[in-house]
């Protein structure tokens, strides 16, 4: 399938996503949300994709909505920002609930929806040449994208606050330190540092990637003994895939496992 605003491809069970509107900022416009979402959908049911990365082209990771669309909405704009903020939402539920890690690698300035983007990554890199703002309010506008999920979770209540507020712009090394990313390389490695993890991925045990995820969504909101008997839910769960009983096998024969992602 052909894509006009993002670039895709799967090479050794790794998909890549590049945002492809170098000279918009790759900002978010109707087209990208829907072919966002549509390639959600092939990676969360696509059984030989193992990993996901999420990157830009150009100098800039993404910088958000297309504004210069939203203000020639006219008096649609309420019902045409609902469109496109429930299809982003739709493909980012997708890549949050596939068994599939997301390793989104932010090459440059990540504004508002690309902000929220980075977020919602599983693993996160970023170049030393990124820099991370929420933007939302400069505009006059409240956060989507998942940034009021998971923002707070990363850095804290307060610190959430602030970034939403005041749109202070965080340095890649002040967003490693606040928990916003999980490692920051030079710029010119950091398509091959986020390949080399998401390989990492692609070679692990992928239902148990998935059943990690769905769980830690909800260790925030839902009480112990509902998350005790999520945990032991999914982990007896394990035990019908491929890659449990085979783990344990070569565990106890002091071999390493060939994890089959099923």
Known sequence: MEYETIDFEVTDS???????RPDNANTLN???VEELFAVSIKCSTNKSI???????RGKLFCGGADLAVLSEMDGHGEAQILELATILHAA????SQMDAPLVVAVNG???????????????????DKAKFVSAYTASALTPDGSSTYFLAKHVGLLRAKELAMTNRVLSPDEALDWGLVNKVVPADELASKARKMAGVF?????????????????????????QLDKESVSVAA?????DTPHAIASFLNKEKPNFKGE
């Open 14 to 20: 790794v998909a890549t996503i590049t945002l492809n």
């Open 30 to 32: 109707k087209k990208m």
């Open 50 to 56: 193992r990993s996901v990365i999420l990157t830009g």
């Open 92 to 95: 980012i539920t997708r890549f």
């Open 109 to 127: 300035a990540a504004g508002g929806g690309g902000f929220s983007l980075a977020l919602a990554g599983d693993y996160v890199i970023a170049s």
């Open 202 to 226: 692609a070679t692990g045990p992928t239902k148990a990637f998935g059943g990690l995820k769905r769980l830690l969504q909800t260790a925030f909101s839902d009480t112990m003994e509902t």
């Open 238 to 242: 394990m035990m019908r895939t491929h």
